[in-house]
């Protein structure tokens, strides 16, 4: 037996989000999967959001997308924001659950797979420094790393800066979400020419109105990215 077989014996592998009994590391029971609603089908090309029909191919838009144009070219997230998936998020987002990026992984790479391109240079949403004080860790960034990794492309987690501090956007509609947004993002002085003339993708834990994902968007673009495209591991819907 292994050292990985005598690990299983000792530490049996358990459930990410229920701690039951599983067969693989990192892994989620059957009952979990089921509770976790993961994104498939047809999904909207700029903001990832599950669309009704068949995927045949062709581009489809959210009505919020054809509402809302967006400044970044194509997007994707790898689950709904709500049951099993949220309580995942807020774990760890505010419960120091590091050891979810692990599987977060797999599932953005899945979400991720259509939009990816050689060269792109991955970067997390930036936290204020007082807000990355409070919460020791960004989690956009745990997530941008294992993502890079997990696809062979370059990574910078300080690519992008948040030098102010925006509050909670929680209860903010769209347009309040984004005037509180407005400036609030820039690129990192050192690192700009990293992005020059390139495609950014940039990653976050949720996404709701786009506001964020729009103000890092237009901080890469000024600094002189040829493309951005945006991935969440969670997507906010009118369903939930």
């Not at 947004?181 to 820039?186: D, V």
């Not at 002085?189 to 950014?200: L, S, T």
Request: proline fraction near 6%.
């Amino acid at each position: 037996m292994g050292l990985q077989g005598l690990l299983h014996v000792v530490y049996p592998p358990q459930c990410v989000a229920c701690d039951e009994r599983v067969t693989t590391d990192f892994g989620l029971c059957g009952s979990c999967w089921r509770d976790t609603p993961f994104i498939s089908g047809l999904v909207c090309d700029q903001c990832g959001t599950p669309l009704p029909g068949d995927d045949d191919g062709n581009v489809a838009l959210c009505d919020d997308c054809l509402g809302t144009p967006r400044p970044w070219k194509r997007g994707r997230a790898a689950l709904v924001y709500g049951a099993n998936a949220r309580d995942m998020l807020l774990a760890l987002k505010h419960g120091d659950r590091l050891d979810l990026a692990r599987p977060a992984a797999s599932w953005l790479m899945s979400a991720a797979a259509p939009i990816l391109e050689p060269d792109m240079l991955v970067a997390p949403v930036p936290l204020h420094w007082f807000r990355l004080l409070r919460r020791k860790y960004n989690q956009a960034a745990l997530l941008s790393a294992v993502l890079a990794r997990t696809a062979g492309l370059q990574h910078c987690p300080d690519l992008l800066q948040r030098p102010r501090h925006t509050g909670s956007q929680d209860h903010k509609d769209r347009a309040a979400r984004m005037s509180n947004l407005a400036g609030a993002i820039r690129a990192h002085p050192g690192r700009a020419g990293r992005m020059a003339d390139r495609h950014v993708l940039i990653v976050d834990d949720v996404m709701t109105s786009g506001a964020t994902f729009a103000a890092a968007t237009q901080a890469c673009l000024d600094a002189g990215a040829r493309a951005v495209s945006v991935l969440a591991l969670a997507r906010v819907t009118r369903d939930f």
